[in-house]
């Protein structure tokens, strides 16, 4: 099973820039969609962001589109969420997920149902 590792969070004020990580070992994601998902305090993981194994195709939630980019660096085995005009709501636990198949495609991602591992998480907060 790959384990994920995610960094990158942190302390920021509102209006600010943060850039998450999630680094993969134990197996090549290079040929597997990926994809950002959050906690806040008292609410569910909710879907943030999926990238297509090749990178090229992406989706978003509402809540972050055109303020959050999702990346990735199929040599890496890494994948990243730039995370811009950041505001208090968007405090929660960060995590990177994997998909059981390879056949899972980004749009199928936005489904926690379709999701095998996951990283144990980093906590943005964003202060007004």
Do not use: H
Not at 17 to 39: D, E, I, K, P, V
């Amino acid at each position: 099973q790959v384990q994920l590792v995610e960094s990158g969070g942190g302390l920021v004020q509102a209006g600010g820039s943060l850039r998450l990580s999630c680094a993969a070992s134990g197996r090549s994601l290079s040929t597997y969609a990926m994809g950002w998902f959050r906690q806040a305090p008292g609410k569910e993981r909710e879907f943030v962001a999926t990238i297509s194994w090749r990178g090229d195709i992406t989706y978003y939630a509402d809540s972050v589109k055109g303020r959050f980019t999702i990346s990735r660096d199929n040599a890496e085995n890494t994948v990243y969420l730039q995370m811009n005009s950041l505001r208090p709501e968007d405090t929660a636990v960060y995590y990177c997920a994997a998909p059981r198949s390879i056949a899972t495609t980004a749009q199928m991602m936005r489904d926690m149902a379709f999701v095998e591992s996951w990283g144990q998480g980093t906590q943005v907060t964003v202060s007004s």
